[in-house]
T-cell receptor, first 109, second 113 residues
Framework: QKEVEQNSGPLSVPEGAIASLNCTYS??????FFWYRQYSGKSPELIMF????GDKEDGRFTAQLNKASQYVSLLIRDSQPSDSATYLC?????????FGAGTRLTVKP | DTGVSQDPRHKITKRGQNVTFRCDPI?????LYWYRQTLGQGPEFLTY????????KSRLLSDRFSAERPKGSFSTLEIQRTEQGDSAMYLC???????????FGPGTRLTVT
């Protein structure tokens, strides 16, 4: 079992819709959780991180964390074609960062 | 542009050869991380430096891999006797306070033929 699991996708949503990306983790010692966006052939870019249970909003992005269920999600509101990329979920336990394999998102105009 | 640079950007080598990659972090960042990413997978942690000290190494980092960060500035990652399974993107990241704000470089894509 991988430490961070994501659906590989592809996830396809129409422009303007809400994209919902999900992630589960197995290390209960993980303290912080991250969402990165990675365009094809490029390096990962941090979108946001969360370390407390509940929701955290940043513009069109909302991260949700449920430590009891070991579940992290990312909602992208008003999806744009430029959001089409692979989204990587990651957990951190004292500078030991583990990434999921990523979910490929396609936003269709 | 995040400010982390890596050189070379692409490297093609024959099996059995040694290769060395360089990473230049953002100047004030004292933490430096190396990751490896294969197609369809997320980055896998390889090793971590705080200043010149190598504080952590993944079990993925076999004896053929070695990393250095002399004087706490740039870092090098060397792979000896390359194997086809070493073909991957090698990513470097740097940060000031920890992984929560690490910035990735553009990566070095290694192809072993």
């Amino acid at each position: 079992q991988k430490e961070v699991e994501q659906n590989s996708g592809p996830l396809s949503v129409p422009e303007g819709a809400i994209a919902s990306l999900n992630c589960t983790y197995s290390d209960r010692g993980s303290q912080s959780f991250f969402w990165y966006r990675q365009y094809s052939g490029k390096s990962p870019e941090l979108i946001m991180f969360i370390y407390s249970n509940g929701d955290k909003e940043d513009g069109r992005f909302t991260a949700q964390l449920n430590k009891a269920s070991q579940y992290v999600s990312l909602l992208i509101r008003d999806s744009q074609p430029s959001d089409s990329a692979t989204y990587l979920c990651a957990s951190d336990n004292n500078n030991d960062m583990r990434f999921g394999a990523g979910t490929r998102l396609t936003v269709k105009p | 542009d995040t400010g982390v640079s890596q050189d070379p950007r692409h490297k093609i080598t024959k099996r059995g050869q040694n290769v060395t990659f360089r990473c230049d972090p953002i100047s004030e960042h004292n933490r430096l991380y190396w990751y490896r990413q294969t197609l369809g997978q997320g980055p896998e942690f390889l090793t971590y430096f705080q200043n010149e000290a190598q504080l952590e190494k993944s079990r993925l980092l076999s004896d053929r891999f070695s990393a250095e960060r002399p004087k706490g500035s740039f870092s090098t990652l060397e792979i000896q006797r390359t194997e086809q399974g070493d073909s991957a993107m090698y990513l470097c990241a740097s940060s000031l306070t920890g992984v929560s704000e690490q910035y990735f470089g553009p990566g070095t894509r290694l192809t072993v033929t």
